[in-house]
């Protein structure tokens, strides 16, 4: 199929419909509004930004605008469309108007759901502002309707304002009873199970916890996850409907479990940094004895596989022909010795930029334990850091859910990764160095998306990380080398600025919709458990930010104070540290990066 433009066959019949529509005498075709009728469209005007709108990528502009302020400026990508859309309460067996103003190349307007035909029309090319209209008659037992508007693949940005929805306006009902039976079932270090009894006219039900709605489910049972090890929470829930929100319910308690993962030893604040500790670069080699005691997680520089699909992993220290200066291999196990009776830990990185790892069969799993156990053993390391870049890691078509992964590569590195926990207990340091597309990409786009043609490591670490969660020491994602990417607030974030730090941080604190998917919400992870990736020079990859900016991203997340353009969901004091590439560059830069983290944290 040829995405770079609609079937032929649809054109012509949206051709023709235009037409019949333009004769004389078939205009009533279009039912005027009654005086009963009412604009049921949120924000239809885009005068509130995307507020009432879910969109993949959309945002608002000042100009070009039909009236008012503002307007939807969406840009489809060739895997995207670029749709916005939002779900509208109807009356059964009901008439609809659906009307917009538009601009741009192929831009669609239509409406799903209806419980009878359901409907779209669209142009082919608008220079200047377009009215689109088209209209639907709802089913018998039909109460909502998604309105959507969306370009075509790869044909450039398109505009939309004034949407609206006119017909019968929902009738208003009574928010139903407070749910009760509440009660708890499982209790992880991190996660609690809830359930409760059903509620007559409840749509859907709102999870509280310590007064704070966390969750929205459909059911009548919830897990509560992103909790810290051995705390005490309280739990309500409420009924929901399209009248509102019930009271909440009488207050559970639950306490969770103490955690394998944890700290493991950590300060409150860490200081993490990758060691150049297998090859040679343009910031020259540094010895392991003469990092200084600021670093609290050294990350040795790779471990890789003798093959992308063996799982056999090598490390192999840079020869002196290549490190001048390098020590022996008695001085580097004297120097991660030191280390570790200083308080600090040294890991082992898999991966990096070249090192490709594809854990495809299980016997390719079980070489990665074997293997890495091995490097562990021999040079007396504290644990492993997955670095997974490029194609390590990509999903099935056939695979999108995050908690219940069925990909091989995502399958037997989890696996692996859970035995060599077992194996090594609850000391052992697990962290992972995801880039930015493998995570909170999959706000907007996880694996080939239902539809097909999306890039299939789009969110790929997601259930890595998930399954993990409760073992997981440190996450630090790369927030560096990295194209824009959509934050919470729906806008997209770049490199260069502490907006973008704090916008990315806030995803992994706070959680999301995976793929905009509100009933499949990857949850927020522990703020001990979460770093920020950075470069820590110019020269160490793009995305660098000066240390003012680096300050700022620090107060906006543990303060709440210096924040920018983005409004973060929370306070986070106890956030882990900054992680970054590398400590070679870093020395090299005169340590900057060390004594920005040094003058913040003390």
């Known amino acids: 199929m040829d995405r770079t433009r609609p079937f032929v066959r649809r054109r012509l019949l949206a051709v023709c419909t235009a ?33 009432g709108w879910s969109c993949t990528a959309g945002t608002t502009v000042g100009s070009p605008v039909h009236s008012g302020t503002s307007a939807l400026q969406a840009t489809p990508a060739g895997s995207d469309n670029a749709q916005c859309s939002q779900t509208v309460t109807v009356q059964p067996n009901a008439q609809y108007t659906l009307g917009g103003q538009v601009r741009g190349s192929y831009v669609y307007l239509g409406a799903s759901g209806t419980g009878t035909t359901d409907v779209s029309t ?44 006119v017909g019968p306006g929902a009738v208003a009902g009574q928010p139903p009873a407070a749910p009760s039976g509440l009660r708890t079932g499982a209790v992880t270090s991190s996660s609690v199970a809830l359930s409760w009894s059903a509620v ?19 059911g009548t049972s919830a897990t509560v996850t992103g909790l810290a090890p051995a ?40 200081l993490v940094g990758y060691l150049h500790a297998s090859f040679a670069n343009g910031s020259g080699y540094t010895r392991l004895a003469d990092v200084p005691d600021s670093w609290d997680v050294i990350d040795l520089a790779f471990g890789e596989p003798t093959s992308v699909t063996s799982g ?38 898999i991966g990096g930029q070249n090192g490709q790892v594809q854990l495809t069969t299980t016997a390719a799993r079980d070489a990665f ?60 340091v697990l962290t992972m160095a995801p880039e930015t597309f493998f995570v909170q990409m999959g706000y907007q786009y996880y694996g080939t998306g239902k539809w097909g043609g999306q890039d299939p490591r789009c969110g790929a670490y ?75 020079s110019t020269n160490a990859g793009n995305g660098y930010v000066a240390p003012s900016e680096v300050t700022k991203t620090l107060d906006c997340l543990t303060r709440k104070a210096n924040c920018g353009s983005y409004t973060t969901h929370g306070t986070w004091p106890g956030l882990r540290g900054l992680m970054t590439w590398s400590i070679n560059w870093d020395r090299f830069g005169s340590w900057e990066f060390q004594r920005t983290f040094d003058g913040y944290f003390g």
């Open 19 to 51: 037409t019949a529509l333009a004769l004389p005498g078939l205009a009533a075709l279009a039912p005027a509004a009654r005086a009963a009728d009412v604009d049921l469209a949120r924000n239809g005007g885009f005068e509130s930004g995307l507020d």
């Open 122 to 165: 669209w142009t082919q090319s608008a220079t200047d502002w377009q009215q689109l209209t088209t209209a639907f008659r709802t089913g018998p037992s039909t109460t909502k309707v998604t309105i959507y508007t969306h370009g075509w693949y790869g044909t450039g940005a398109y505009y939309a304002d004034d949407i609206s929805l």
């Open 200 to 218: 007559t006219g409840a749509a859907s039900y709102a999870v509280y916890r310590d007064g704070a709605r966390v969750q929205t489910v459909a």
């Open 231 to 270: 705390t005490a929470y309280g739990f309500q829930v409420a009924a929901v409907n399209d009248a509102g929100e019930s009271a909440k319910s009488a207050t559970v308690t639950a306490t969770t479990a103490a955690g394998s993962g944890g700290s493991v030893g950590l300060p409150s604040h860490a």
């Open 312 to 349: 056999d992993i090598r490390f192999t220290r840079c020869p002196v022909t290549e490190c001048s200066g390098v020590e022996s291999d008695a001085d580097f196990k004297a120097a991660v010795k030191a280390k570790q009776a200083a308080g600090k830990k040294v890991l082992i990185s």
């Open 369 to 428: 334990v074997s293997s890495v156990s091995k490097i562990i053993d021999t040079y007396g390391l504290d644990g492993l850091d997955i670095d997974f870049e490029g194609h390590s890691l990509s999903l099935n078509a056939n695979d999108t859910d995050f908690r219940n992964p069925t990909t091989p590569v995502i399958v037997n590195l989890i696996s692996a990764l859970k035995t060599l926990k077992a194996r090594y207990g609850s000391g052992f």
């Open 462 to 536: 997601l259930p890595v990380i998930h399954a993990l969660r409760d073992d997981l020491t440190l996450l630090h994602v790369q927030d560096y080398n990295s194209g824009p990417i959509m934050g919470l607030d729906n806008q997209y974030h770049s490199m260069g600025g502490a907006d973008f730090h704090i916008a990315m941080t806030d995803m992994l604190l706070t959680g999301f919709p995976v793929a905009g998917d509100a009933n499949n919400v990857f949850p927020p992870l522990r703020p001990d458990q979460v770093a920020i990736g950075m470069p820590a």
